[in-house]
Every structure is written in structure tokens, then in C-alpha cells.
């Protein structure tokens, strides 16, 4: 089975601190993507990559960095966390092989709040 | 831009019945994939069940199935024999089939949340 981690079911941190969140995949997947999901709004993509050290921005990048030194892990940076960037974050990450689909699995997502 | 719209934000089935959720796209792709993703109160997010464009034949996964209406832009899901597990919120999502980039994106509907009445 394919597993996709986040370091982090909840978490709670103050306006101005830089976050950090984590993905890790277990199945040699080369995409991987982070997701921002609120109610009323679906997920929205912030970024994604396709590649160790290989980027694109998604939808909704600002405020966002990403960062991917190792194939299974894919790491999502709030520089300065601002309120309103309290939300549910999914990670997800899915095979590469062009036109054809490879399924998207996601992560179990993690809360943040930003106070 | 590729849009996906989910107009029912929360539907109800007793155990058994059957519910059909709604899902409609705008594109001006001809080819491209369909999704709908289950997302359980507090746990991951799942793939139920997938439809290419190109098939005519709507997919089906067990209990649960699609009416793909290409020309009319719709992409509804069924779920027969509703069971408490069902209960979830439940995303329509798109995919362009074209190559590269940013382009293998899911865009998501804003969901569906289903209940499931005893």
C-alpha cells in the first residue's frame, strides 16, 4: 500500500512564525503536491513537483514555499504564518508517466491554526 | 481555465437507499479524466472511482457508479445500497490528459458532504 505521512495532524502557531510542514512518501512516486483545502472552496493546489529540486507554482502560491532535496519528501514553508492562513493541508504524490493517470494519494492532512 | 461545480453542499440517504450526487465541468479540452475522491470525517482522502473521456461506458466500482453526459459537461455519481460508511464528504475532481507540468492537477469541486441515516 502506499503510504503518504505528515509530520503533523494538528498545529498551532502565532502570527509571524515560519512553519514548516512535512510529506513523506514511501512508494518512489516523482510528483508530489501540496493542497490547500477550506470549506465552501474544495483544495485549491499551492504547489507541486515533479522532480528532486523541481518545482511549479500551483493556484494559490503566495505566502507559500516549498522545498524538495529527497525524492520521498516534499515540504511546504509558511515564511511569516499570517491568520489567514488557517486551513486544512493535504499532501499528496502520485506516480509520473505523461498523458497516462497515475492516482493521486494523499496524506491524512494537517490543521493548522495560526493565532 | 478548467472549472468543476458541486451545487448540492450537503445530501441525506437512509441505509440502503441510493443517492446520486452532482457534479458538472467546464472545459474546452476533448480529453481528459474524471474523479470522484471520498474523504471520511478524520481520515485520508480516497479515490472511489475514475472515468476517462474518451470511454463512452460509464465506470463502475461495486456499489458505486457514474452517468458520465459528456456533450452536457456532467459527471454524476451513485451510490446503491447506501452503507454508515459511506458518510464523507465527497469531491468531484478533474484532470487534462495533456502532457506535462502543472497540467497533471486535480481541480476540485467544493464537495459534497453525505450523510447517512440509520
Known amino acids: 500500500d502506499v503510504k503518504v505521512t505528515q509530520s503533523s495532524r494538528y498545529l498551532v502557531k502565532r502570527t509571524g512564525e515560519k512553519v514548516f510542514l512535512e510529506c513523506v512518501q514511501d512508494m518512489d512516486h516523482e510528483n508530489m503536491f501540496w493542497y490547500r483545502q477550506d470549506p465552501g472552496l474544495g483544495l485549491r493546489l499551492i504547489y507541486f513537483s515533479y522532480d528532486v529540486k523541481m518545482k511549479e507554482k500551483g493556484d494559490i502560491p503566495e505566502g507559500y514555499s516549498v522545498s524538495r532535496e529527497k525524492k520521498e519528501r516534499f515540504s511546504l514553508i509558511l515564511e511569516s504564518a499570517s491568520t489567514n492562513q488557517t486551513s486544512m493541508y493535504l499532501c499528496?504524490?502520485?506516480?509520473?508517466?505523461?498523458?497516462?493517470?497515475?492516482?493521486?494519494?494523499f496524506g491524512p492532512g494537517t490543521r493548522l491554526t495560526v493565532l | 481555465a478548467q472549472t468543476v461545480t458541486q451545487s448540492q453542499p450537503e445530501m441525506s440517504v437512509q441505509e440502503a437507499e441510493t443517492v446520486t450526487l452532482s457534479c458538472t465541468y467546464d472545459?474546452?479540452?476533448?480529453?481528459?479524466?474524471l474523479f470522484w475522491y471520498k474523504q471520511p470525517p478524520s481520515r485520508q482522502m480516497i479515490l472511489v472511482i475514475r472515468q476517462e473521456a474518451y470511454k463512452q461506458q460509464n465506470a463502475t466500482e461495486n456499489r458505486f457508479s457514474v452517468n458520465f453526459q459528456k456533450a452536457a459537461k456532467s459527471f454524476s455519481l451513485k451510490i446503491s445500497d447506501s452503507q454508515l460508511g459511506d458518510a464523507a464528504m465527497y469531491f468531484c475532481?478533474?484532470?487534462?490528459?495533456?502532457?506535462?507540468?502543472?497540467?497533471?492537477?486535480?481541480?476540485f469541486g467544493t464537495g459534497t458532504l453525505l450523510a447517512v441515516q440509520p
Open positions: 472545459t474546452s479540452e476533448s480529453d481528459y479524466y
Open positions: 475532481a478533474y484532470r487534462s490528459e495533456n502532457y506535462g507540468g502543472a497540467t497533471n492537477k486535480l481541480i
Open positions: 499528496a504524490s502520485s506516480l509520473w508517466s505523461g498523458r497516462a493517470y497515475n492516482e493521486q494519494f
